[in-house]
């Protein structure tokens, strides 16, 4: 099946700096990418859809200028938590969708392994 | 609103016994997809099953089946003869058809199997 990475696997920062998540499709072509945040013992919350080419697009509550989403390619987009402090401190996990497997089939979404991000 | 109800916050199972665990959602988009999936406490979401709206057959992968039931807007997960592995987080997703096909998830189920 299709393998999504993300780096890093685990970060800390310090409170005040930007810290930057990598999403990368390793054997397909990914048009779309997905972000998502998960708090402890809580469900993934969608913060925005990114699309290779053109503005993300964010989910009603999501600060756009706290997180910074570039799609640049068709094989990698990144998430920048921009002047970090300890309440942005979670699991970021991407997924990407294949185009090519179609709309309605099972496998059109990978998630990567996810993020985890401590702020100091 | 919340589109999908997943009432169950904990579930204990005896193991090699079957649970159930229970999804409901919201749309108004004929064209829909239905998931679950498991998280682990190492955080990796792990792709179970699938089931189309318009599929005519319930979804089965191995020990996994959905019981799917249109009418009543239910997507439950039913895991047969659970094993200590099976303990972890299991979240009912959906997939509507408008735009760019984003999936959003529903709270989640802890399962823990008994030995």
């Known amino acids: 099946g299709a393998v999504v990475s993300q780096h890093p696997s685990r970060v800390i920062c310090k409170s005040g700096t930007s810290v930057k998540i990598e999403c990368r499709s390793l054997?397909?072509?990914?048009?779309?990418m997905f972000w998502y945040r998960q708090f402890p013992k809580k469900s993934l919350m969608l913060m925005a859809t990114s699309n290779e080419g053109s503005k993300a697009t964010y989910e009603q509550g999501v600060e756009k200028d706290k997180f910074l989403i570039n799609h640049a390619s068709l094989t990698l987009s990144t998430l920048t938590v921009t002047s970090a402090h300890p309440e942005d401190s979670s699991f970021y996990i991407c997924?990407?969708?294949?185009?090519?497997?179609?709309?309605?089939?099972?496998?059109?979404?990978?998630f990567g392994p996810g993020t985890r991000l401590l702020v100091l | 609103a919340q589109k999908i109800t997943q009432t169950q916050p904990g579930m204990f199972v005896q193991e090699k016994e079957a649970v159930t665990l229970d999804c409901t959602y919201d749309t108004s988009d004929p064209s829909y997809g239905l998931f679950w999936y498991k998280q682990p406490s190492s955080g990796e979401m792990i792709f179970l099953i699938y089931q189309g709206s318009y599929d005519q057959q319930n979804a089965t992968e191995g020990r996994y089946s959905l019981n799917f039931q249109k009418a009543r807007k239910s997507a439950n997960l039913v895991i047969s003869a659970s094993q200590l592995g099976d303990s972890a987080m299991y979240f009912c997703?959906?997939?509507?058809?408008?735009?760019?096909?984003?999936?959003?998830f529903g709270p989640g189920t802890s399962l823990s199997v008994i030995p």
């Open positions: 054997d397909f072509q990914a048009t779309t």
């Open positions: 997924s990407a969708r294949d185009p090519s497997r179609g709309a309605h089939t099972s496998e059109t979404q990978y």
């Open positions: 997703a959906m997939r509507e058809r408008t735009s760019y096909d984003k999936v959003i």
